[in-house]
């Protein structure tokens, strides 16, 4: 699968593969570190120093650290480690963390791979709001016809029901009876 061109004739990352990227870790669609790095193309060592440097740009709603109870929870999820033999847990960065990434990275690359991940959080986005969308008219449409059945199911109950004065007739085989 290849990616799109941008205007300066750089190969770009395809929105699939961020989308795959995008993890719910504490309520909160965010991106580890290790693969931010393999995205813009440099090592994990390498983001996570200028992300330290500048420590005062990403604040705790752009980003934080996994605990090592999340970081064990994520490795058996992913059943092989592409972390290797990392001796701390991961960053993740949110939205607004892996935008303020490219200021930080000052990096062509950076702005134009930053530019696709904001395209596929948009995307994503978007997904979640139509999927929210579409559990609404499904609940309103289960309460519309649940009236409606239940209407359904009271008609026929009263066609079932024996007329007043009505006496009901023995369905199938009667025995004749011996003192006959």
Do not use: C
Not at 28 to 53: E, H, I, S, W
Not at 103 to 111: E, T
């Amino acid at each position: 699968m290849e990616g799109r061109q941008g205007s300066t004739g750089v190969l770009l990352t395809p929105v699939e593969r961020i989308t795959q990227s995008i993890l719910f870790i504490r309520a909160q669609k965010v991106m580890l570190d290790a693969d931010l790095a393999a995205l813009y193309g440099v090592d994990t060592r390498v983001l996570v120093q200028a992300v330290t440097r500048n420590g005062d740009r990403f604040p705790p709603d752009f980003m934080f650290q996994l605990t090592k109870q999340e970081f064990d929870d994520l490795r058996s999820q992913l059943v092989t480690s592409s972390w290797g033999g990392r001796r701390y847990p991961p960053y993740a960065f949110t939205e607004q963390g892996v935008s303020m990434l490219s200021s930080v990275l000052r990096s062509k690359r950076a702005v134009l791979v930053n530019i696709e991940i904001m395209r596929a959080f948009v995307q994503l986005r978007r997904m979640l709001t139509s999927h929210a969308d579409l559990a609404r008219k499904l609940a309103a449409l289960e309460t519309k016809y649940d009236a409606q059945f239940k209407a359904v199911f009271e008609a026929i109950r009263e066609l079932m029901a024996p007329a007043e004065g009505e006496t009901k007739r023995p369905i199938g085989f009667v025995a004749p009876s011996e003192n006959k």
